[in-house]
């Protein structure tokens, strides 16, 4: 059975060791910076663009409203049809039901 290699870190870390660590403290740093420098961008661009592309609709969809109160007929439209009151005694019971559970 080959033996496992475990790594053992001694003692402190020397020159080489300190060097890796800030390099890849400043390579985590400059792209946390980057990212947050981008999503500020765009969120500075954007949001100017939202709020015109907002006033933009709500005049659009004031100008449709009022269009459509203009072309709206002044009298009342009536829906004609045939009605039917149903009995609820010309059924004996309700489908799917228990007959002792009736209401």
Do not use: H, N
Not at 23 to 44: D, K
Not at 69 to 84: D, H, K, L, Q
């Amino acid at each position: 059975m080959p033996q496992t290699k475990i790594f053992y870190v001694r003692g402190r870390p020397g020159l080489l060791g300190w060097v890796a660590i800030l390099a890849l403290l400043a390579l985590t740093v400059s792209v946390a910076i980057a990212i947050a420098v981008v999503a500020i961008g765009v969120f500075l661009f954007l949001l100017p663009a939202i709020v015109v592309l907002a006033i933009v609709y709500a005049f659009i969809w004031r100008a449709r409203l009022r269009q459509a109160a203009r072309s709206a007929p002044r009298t009342p439209m009536v829906i004609e049809g045939e009605f039917r009151t149903v009995d609820p005694s010309e059924y004996d019971s309700t489908p799917g039901r228990d007959e002792t559970r009736r209401i």
